[in-house]
């Protein structure tokens, strides 16, 4: 901040806060904790270098970033913020296998509730009835709803091979 109040860095650091400090703008001195965090993860003088390196634009982002990764280093000192994302990264697999069953048991239900279709008497050597009759109901691309039903038994019988 320079003048009267040093910013955070400086108060840690115990130095006048000059005026064009660059710690000053991301470090106001009523959040002495954010500073104290980063510090202890990353070291002033290496957030002072990134910090030069940065355009103007972007160093709050930057700031944002160090602080965030500072506080999951804590956290996790092996793993910091790298574990955070694989611990979200497991928990969306988890839902998406989740919804994958329920989309199952959904088409399952579907199924159960349509009536079934007597089947008309084909002789096996005439291949055109089957092409003429049956698959064009399966077939119709043009509905979303049958490539989403075919989705779901794919998943459908992907999840059976992964239970069994």
């Known amino acids: 901040m320079g003048g009267n109040s040093p910013c955070a860095s400086c108060k840690l650091l115990r130095r006048r806060c000059a005026k064009d400090c660059i710690f000053a703008p991301y470090f106001p001195s009523d959040d002495p904790q954010k500073f104290a965090i980063v ?12 910090l030069q390196e940065l355009p103007v634009h972007q160093r709050a982002d ?4 160090l602080v965030y990764e500072a506080n999951a280093r804590v ?7 790298v574990g955070a994302i694989s611990y979200l990264q497991n928990q969306v ?3 998406q296998m989740q919804l994958a069953v329920a989309q199952a048991e959904i088409l399952c239900i579907q199924m159960q ?24 109901q399966y077939l ?7 490539v989403i039903q075919y989705d779901s038994l794919k998943r459908e019988s992907i999840f059976e091979d992964m239970i069994s």
């Open 75 to 81: 956290r996790d000192p092996v793993y910091g913020c």
């Open 39 to 50: 510090h202890k993860v990353f070291g002033a003088s290496n957030v002072s270098k990134m």
């Open 140 to 146: 119709n691309f043009g509905s979303s709803s049958n």
């Open 62 to 65: 930057a700031v944002s970033s």
């Open 93 to 95: 697999s988890q839902l």
């Open 113 to 136: 509730q349509e009536p079934v279709m007597p089947t008309p008497q084909m002789d096996p050597e005439d291949k055109s009835f089957l092409l003429q009759n049956s698959l064009p």
